[in-house]
Nanobody, 123 residues
Framework: QVQLVESGGGLVQAGGSLRLSCTTS????????MGWFRQGPGKEREIVAA??????NTYYADSVEGRFTISRDTAKVYLQMNGLKPEDSAVYYC??????????????????WGQGTQVTVSS
């Protein structure tokens, strides 16, 4: 079992930055590929970024490539968000991928989720 708690969300002006953190507890955190997802009002939950177990490989959605950076250490996963835009406003979720070998961009392959943290970008 893995417990995930996100923090770091808030209100920021367009062009600003935020750093989200996902604190984990439970055994074998290092065994999981981790992802950040977001869900805006009336929208589907979508992948933002993912990082493999070693931290050596990452994935970014086209919409955030070059602006967001995902990283991890022994107990946390981070999402550094720079150059924020109003369209980045959403609830951001941290998740642990529990389906071995499956597509890491698909939310169905993630079995553990945090409660989410709100990010609001004003224009």
């Amino acid at each position: 079992q893995v417990q995930l708690v996100e923090s770091g969300g808030g209100l920021v002006q367009a062009g600003g930055s935020l750093r989200l953190s996902c604190t984990t507890s439970g055994r074998s955190f290092s065994a999981y590929t981790m992802g950040w997802f977001r869900q805006g009002p009336g929208k589907e939950r979508e992948i933002v970024a993912a990082i493999n177990r070693s931290g050596g490989n990452t994935y970014y959605a086209d919409s955030v490539e070059g602006r967001f950076t995902i990283s991890r250490d022994t107990a946390k996963v981070y999402l550094q968000m720079n150059g924020l835009k109003p369209e980045d406003s959403a609830v951001y979720y941290c998740a642990a991928k529990t389906t071995y070998g499956a597509d890491w961009t698909q939310k169905a392959n993630y079995g553990y989720w945090g409660q989410g943290t709100q990010v609001t970008v004003s224009s």
